[in-house]
């Protein structure tokens, strides 16, 4: 169960983490990144937050890459959050497929 607060920085976060992707795959054609859940842990030292990655093919590699540059990440989200929040906390990324689940699970209604 998340307190209020934790909502509330869940919710700053991953709108500053949407437009910080938005800006750096403008110049990636026919890629898009898009933050679907966030979560931050009690004492809001980790954030864990789940990308949805179209094409779904390149999923892996590129939350791999944007794993492999959380610092810069952080760093940019910090200078955009830096009067909401003291401690800007780390960032994991994982891959949400739930979009691909449920793609499959209607595709084996449909049969």
């Known amino acids: 169960m998340e307190t209020t607060r934790q909502n509330k920085v869940c919710r700053l976060i991953q709108k500053e983490l949407s437009e910080i992707f938005l800006l750096q795959t403008k110049s990636m054609n026919g890629v898009l990144v898009s933050v679907n859940t966030v979560r931050i842990s009690p004492d809001m030292s980790i954030v864990r937050a789940y990308l949805s990655v179209f094409p779904s093919a390149k999923a892996e590699e590129i939350v791999k890459n944007i794993n492999n540059n959380s610092k810069a990440i952080r760093y940019e989200l910090g200078t955009r959050v830096r009067h909401q929040l003291r401690i800007i ?16 699970i209607d595709e084996l209604l449909k049969k």
């Open 89 to 104: 906390p780390e960032l994991k990324f994982f891959v949400d497929d739930s979009l691909d689940y449920v793609e499959r």
